[in-house]
């Protein structure tokens, strides 16, 4: 049995983006084959694209942090799970395709009858947003908070996080998304046309608690501007190092990422050292995860109560055929997207081309 599979053929734009066609990969003792029905497209995919994300692979590798699929096949050793479950995993590489071998371990089990678009919305930017307002910090009802790029996917879940931990949101925004914002319960700032700061301290008087910022670089210390005392800016994103300035090199297929760690260090101690106890926290999904795979799995499946109970509700911007990869990310580096794009599984997609795929290259 063939499937198709999106490749990385060298580190750049969305040209390097290849459709082929191959054998179905086997499961290895310990291996579970899923059936991918959904796989999340995201700015760190863009990033490993274009080689700056410090978990790039070495090319040709396959992209896609996030998927939801069905169990197809057991590997040797594996039990506690049937085939035809339902299942979303957060691989970081290698669900542009439609099957994926994957530990048993990565797995958690999904409940039936949520659509696969909404479920594989939560295990990257749901996760990312939950863990920052409930690992990194503790917010409490009441609280102020900022939420840089709030129409995004990450965005767009914490505002829904937001509302159901009864926080006051403000979100920087484009003038075309703040609708939207405003309807997800936050106070949309256009940061096209205002000082997000001084709109801040006009809306609020003394600042915010919380500052969720995933541009990084000086911006975080901008950040730390809109807090109050004893507030916090968590800085997850590495949206500048597309433009060469922050956590990564913007060097195509490098992954010098000491320069930009050591101002990221150098803010996070200033932030202890400097009056006001306003502080800057480092998030980071796959660190956290691999530091304490239960959490993960716990903040997943309570994110995946919430949406069975229609609590929360992913924004899902566009649906696109897996083969069409290339034009989900040309969509997302646009920007103005509101929600998540996902690609969507399909057999024999009359544009594959099948191919041998070269081993990676060494660096």
């Known amino acids: 049995m063939r499937h198709t599979r999106i490749i990385v053929t060298h580190y ?13 990969p086997e499961p290895k003792p310990g291996e579970v084959r899923v059936k991918v029905l959904t796989a999340g497209v995201s700015l760190p995919d863009v990033m490993a694209r274009e080689g700056t994300h410090p978990e790039t692979p070495p090319v040709p590798f396959t992209p896609g942090w996030d998927l939801v699929g069905v169990v197809d096949r057991l590997g040797d050793g594996v039990s506690g799970i049937e085939p035809g479950q339902m299942v979303t995993a957060l691989p970081i590489h290698g669900a542009y395709a439609e099957f994926v071998c994957l530990p048993q371990r990565e797995l958690v089990p999904v409940p039936w009858g949520l659509d ?13 947003a939950y863990q920052m307002m409930h690992r990194s910090v503790h917010v409490k009802p009441g609280q102020r908070v900022l939420i840089h790029g709030a129409s995004g996917g990450v965005g767009s879940a914490l505002l829904q996080l ?5 926080l006051e949101m403000y979100g920087t925004c484009s003038d075309r998304a703040a609708s939207a914002v405003s309807g997800m319960g936050c106070v949309p700032i256009d940061y096209q046309h205002q000082d997000y700061l001084e709109e801040i301290f006009r809306l609020t ?42 956590l990564t090199s913007s060097r195509r297929g490098r992954r010098q990422r000491f320069r930009g ?32 795979p239960e959490w993960f799995r716990q ?3 309570v994110l995946l109560e919430l949406l069975k109970q229609q609590k929360i509700k992913p924004i899902v911007a566009q649906r696109f055929p897996i083969a069409e990869a290339r034009q989900a990310h040309e969509l997302l580096e646009k920007g103005g997207v509101i929600g998540k794009i996902v690609l969507v599984s399909r057999f024999r997609h009359p544009g594959a081309v099948s191919v041998s795929v070269p081993p990676p290259q060494s660096e």
């Open 205 to 246: 008087g003394d600042g915010v608690d919380e500052v969720f910022d995933p541009i990084g670089g000086a911006h975080l210390w901008e950040s730390r501007k809109a807090l109050r005392r004893g507030g916090n800016v968590v800085g997850y994103g590495l949206t500048t190092s597309l433009r060469g300035e922050a």
């Open 162 to 166: 937001g509302r159901v931990a009864e």
């Open 12 to 24: 750049g734009g969305p040209d390097a983006l290849q459709v082929i066609e191959e054998e179905c």
């Open 116 to 128: 696969a678009a909404e479920a594989v919305s939560l295990v990257l930017n749901y996760i990312t």
């Open 299 to 301: 903040d997943l499946i």
């Open 261 to 292: 760690t050591l101002i990221f260090a150098l803010y996070i101690v200033g932030g202890w050292l400097l009056p006001g106890r306003k502080r800057v926290v480092p998030y980071s999904i796959q660190t956290l995860k691999r530091l304490k």
